[in-house]
Each structure stands twice: as structure tokens, then as C-alpha cells.
């Protein structure tokens, strides 16, 4: 049985990607939250710090396929005071390795902003986001169905497909946009909203002939941190809507923060330190569970995805775990001036 559901992913994946590439869909990512500057480049340097180190790793469809889909990123970002507003910038890498073909997806961005304070407490962002975009497929020699004995696979048999024996691989040039707002409630307490549009250009990355591109995405996002004093408590809803061609995405849910020893108000010596737990339901997908760790710029986390989906039964509900370490590093201005979360 898991030559056959090997088979057919490979199979799958080789129509998908080189024929019509109607479900074409890029990666996303369970704890989206902490992957905004790859979501919208509008948000490259909002944060509360001055720079920020991240990367994460995310394993999906285990239960499909001895090769499961594999995506590493990794990112950074900070920002300046120019004039009157803040540039904002980083770079963003991801690579993306899916099933028995190994075909792969590499991105390196470049998130480009600058925010303008409309008023003490409300800002409005605007990016661009130039990448370089690869994709390839590493294995292009996967067993077909008229390889099929009846028992097993039998590569020697001819498959009638005319797929070079060599690896394939196009490069090309990627373009991303976003407008980013978000405005302080108090203190404690914020509200932000980005819409971002990724492969603007439309590139062909069609291995054979230049009539396919990629579809355009749609991205759009809510976030939200609402504290109060003298509370150890703090409620992190979020949410993210995405349409990229005939795929649809939507995934609501909130984060449930708990202080376990405050910061120090005179010294350095105590930093701030909790434990965050997160709920979300990604529309007839997959339910989300999370668990973060935090210590002064430090951030550990964990995801772990129940599937729900039409996959189910293959899956037996292991959808996906999901795993980020990101550090944020202030200057010796501490959070900075104006204010950004």
C-alpha cells in the first residue's frame, strides 16, 4: 500500500508541476504569526526590538509518503528612523522539498518598507519585496501507472513519458507588494492589518514551454495583543486569508499568553518570561494547536496540525508539526522611538 501512495504522489506531483500547474499553491505556515515580513513585506522591522533572528521547520503529510513535504526558512529584519518615518528591511529564505520527485521551491526575498506615523500611536506602512524564485525536481524518474504489475512497480517497464533524465530547474525573477496598519489601543494593547500581493509578475516556471505562470496571491491579515495591568494575561488573536488562483486559504484563532515572572523595573537583571498557548482552525483542514515559549528576546515554539481534511484517512490525523526559534536583540535605546510592535 505505500508503494501505491508513493506512486501516485510522485505521479501527482509531476502533472502538477510541469503539464498545467492549476494547483499550483505556495507554502504557508501554521504559526503564520511570527512569519509576517514573508506574508507581507510591509512588516519587515515591526516588532519590539531592534533586530530579529528567525527560522522554522515545518514536516507535513508524514503519513502519505516516506518523503514527506519538508519546508526550512530562515529570515531576518530591523529598521531605521529616516526623517520622519522607518525603513524597515530584511531578508527572507525558504526552501521547499515535496514528496517522492523531491520537487523543490527556493525563495530568497528581499522585504523592503517605510512607515509613516499618522499619528502618536497609528502608523501605515508600505513595502515592496524583489526575490529570486527556483524551483526544480531533483528525482524526475518516479514510477508511473503503466508500471503497475498488479503487485508491485516495475521500473523497467517503458512509461511513455518524456521527461528528460537529468534534473530540471527554471530561475526566475519574483516581485511582492503590501500595505501594513497598525495602531496602539494602550500600553498594553495593539491592532494591525496588512493586504499583500506575491508573484505580481506572473513569472512562467514551466519546465518545457513558457505558457504557464504562477498565479497571483492575495494575502490578507489581522493581528491583535490586548493587555492590561497588573494582569499576568494576555490575549493574542490572529487571523490570515489567502487566495492564490483556484486554492483558498483561511485559518482564525488566538494565542493565550501567561506571565511567569515580570521584568525588572529599575535593573536588567529579570526579563520578561512566558508561556503562550495557541488555538486555530484552519477551514475544513486542519485544527491547530501551539505552544510558545518566551524569555526576554527569545522565542521557542511548537505547532502540531489535526487534520480534518478529505485526507483523514491516510493521514490518521497527523497533519503536520511544526517547529521556531527567533531572537530579537534592542539597541541600547532599548525599544526604540516611535514605538513598534
Not at 134 to 151: A, E, F, M, Y
Not at 216 to 222: D, G, V, Y
Not at 230 to 249: R, V, Y
Request: with cysteine; hydrophobic share 35%.
Amino acid at each position: 500500500m505505500s508503494i501505491t501512495k508513493n506512486s501516485i504522489l510522485s505521479l501527482s506531483f509531476i502533472l502538477s508541476s510541469i503539464l498545467t500547474l492549476h494547483a499550483q499553491q505556495d507554502k504557508h505556515f501554521s504559526m503564520f504569526q511570527h512569519t509576517k515580513s514573508q506574508i507581507n513585506p510591509a512588516t519587515a522591522g515591526f516588532f519590539e526590538g531592534k533586530y530579529q533572528l528567525f527560522t522554522n521547520f515545518r514536516n507535513q503529510w508524514t503519513g502519505l509518503s516516506d518523503n514527506p513535504f519538508r519546508t526550512i526558512s530562515a529570515a531576518f529584519d530591523t529598521r531605521f528612523e529616516i526623517g520622519n518615518g522607518l525603513l524597515g528591511c530584511g531578508i527572507n529564505f525558504y526552501n521547499d522539498v515535496s514528496g517522492d520527485a523531491l520537487y523543490s521551491v527556493n525563495q530568497i526575498t528581499v522585504p523592503v518598507n517605510y512607515a509613516v506615523s499618522l499619528n502618536r500611536t497609528t502608523k501605515l506602512s508600505f513595502g515592496i519585496s524583489p526575490s529570486l524564485y527556483q524551483r526544480s525536481l531533483k528525482n524526475p524518474n518516479p514510477t508511473w501507472d503503466n508500471q503497475w504489475t498488479g503487485i508491485e512497480f516495475n521500473p523497467s517497464i517503458a512509461n511513455n513519458e518524456t521527461i528528460p533524465s537529468d534534473n530540471l530547474s527554471v530561475n526566475k525573477f519574483d516581485l511582492g507588494a503590501g500595505v501594513y496598519f497598525q495602531t496602539e489601543l494602550s500600553k498594553l494593547s495593539w491592532f494591525s492589518i496588512g493586504v499583500s500581493g506575491q508573484h505580481l509578475t506572473k513569472q512562467k516556471i514551466n519546465y518545457f514551454i513558457d505558457e504557464n505562470g504562477l498565479y497571483r496571491k492575495l494575502s490578507i491579515t489581522a493581528h491583535g495583543n490586548f493587555g492590561r495591568k497588573n494582569s499576568t494575561f494576555t490575549l493574542k488573536p490572529n487571523g490570515m486569508m489567502f487566495i492564490q488562483g483556484p486554492n483558498k486559504l483561511f485559518i482564525l484563532g488566538s494565542g493565550f499568553d501567561f506571565l511567569l515572572r515580570g521584568q525588572s523595573l529599575h535593573t536588567a537583571y529579570h526579563k520578561r518570561t512566558s508561556i503562550e498557548f495557541g488555538a486555530y482552525y484552519r477551514i475544513n483542514d486542519a485544527f491547530v494547536l501551539n505552544t510558545i515559549f518566551h524569555m526576554a528576546g527569545l522565542g521557542i515554539g511548537a505547532s502540531f496540525d489535526i487534520n480534518i481534511s478529505s485526507l483523514n484517512s491516510g493521514t490518521r490525523g497527523f497533519g503536520a508539526m511544526e517547529f521556531f526559534l527567533s531572537y530579537r536583540l534592542s539597541n541600547s535605546r532599548g525599544f526604540g522611538a516611535p514605538s513598534v510592535h
